[in-house]
């Protein structure tokens, strides 16, 4: 049947409509989201027996496109050029933080162009008998680190364990130090495996500081009373519930983290396919 300019127009119109329909919902409805970029800490597994360059292929191989990891190799340049020959971006690398950093630690997160330098213990005083000001000093500390960076064109990021959950004068430490740390200048890196062990709830965080949560360490645990280290899927953490907050969150990196018993080339690629295949 012929049809006049009109109605052309007119159907054209719905159809594109329903276009748009079917491509939101592949992309944004809940249970729809996937992670489009997959990282990982170190990727080099215990039974990797020091091959980091085997290891990492393999890695990237799974299907891992970002890693957060030291240097390498005998080079900045010579490590990005075989990352980058394999497929995988560094977007984090860790740096020792303490009263007093060591000499050219930000020229070395600048020459390995990453995106964060993270501090994976900033606490130089004992977290024990930690007390307000010295926790006040870490954190003013972070921030003036964190202008640092700033300028030089990265971020820093703040990683938490277990013992940051412990009050202190009412309130948890990683809670004071989220907000004593300026959200411009530090990240947090959440570790997810710790705060669910010290008896937080991620997604109570997540509610209560949208935004600050830029990495994640996707790590999973086994069931009590061990709760030990397993591949991710294997354990007992609903992932599918957290990161279907990951938006308000603030989450930019999904970065993989298996330690101790869980690090092995099979639990790194387990691991991988069972995040390809989470639907949030």
């Not at 007119?10 to 276009?19: C, D, E, M, P, W």
């Not at 992670?35 to 597994?45: A, W």
């Not at 007093?100 to 600048?110: F, I, K, Y």
């Not at 004068?169 to 300026?182: A, C, H, V």
Request: include cysteine.
């Amino acid at each position: 049947m012929k049809l006049d300019r009109r109605h052309f127009i007119q159907n054209l119109a719905l159809s594109a409509g329903a276009i748009g329909l079917a491509g939101k919902a592949l992309t944004a409805e809940p249970g729809q989201r996937r992670i489009e970029r997959i990282g990982v800490i170190n990727g080099v597994p215990r039974d990797a027996k020091g091959d980091w360059q085997a290891a990492l292929k393999q890695m990237a191989s799974f299907g891992y496109t970002e890693l957060e990891s030291g240097l390498r190799g005998s080079s900045p340049d010579e490590f990005l050029k075989f990352l980058n020959g394999i497929g995988l971006t560094l977007v984090s690398c860790g740096i020792s933080f303490g009263l007093r950093t060591v000499p050219g630690w930000l020229d070395r997160a600048v020459a390995m162009k990453v995106r964060y330098a993270t501090t994976f213990w900033p606490w130089y005083h004992s977290l024990d008998t930690l007390t307000l000001d010295q926790l006040n000093e870490i954190a003013d500390r972070l921030n003036r680190c964190g202008e640092e960076c700033r300028k030089a064109g990265l971020k820093m990021a703040v990683h938490n364990h277990d013992g940051e959950f412990r009050k202190l004068d009412g309130k948890p430490i990683f809670d004071r130090l989220i907000e004593l740390t300026d959200p411009k200048l530090v990240a947090i890196e959440l570790d997810i495996y710790w705060a669910v062990k010290a008896g937080a709830d991620p997604l109570d965080y997540f509610n209560r500081y949208p935004g600050r949560f830029e990495l994640l360490h996707i790590k999973d645990m086994g069931p009590p009373p061990n709760r030990g280290f397993v591949a991710i899927g294997d354990g007992t953490i609903n992932w599918a519930k957290i990161f279907a907050e990951s938006e308000k969150a603030g989450v930019k990196h999904y970065i993989v983290e298996l330690e101790k018993e869980a690090s092995t080339t099979e639990n790194f690629r387990k691991s991988c396919q069972y995040l390809q295949r989470l639907r949030f």
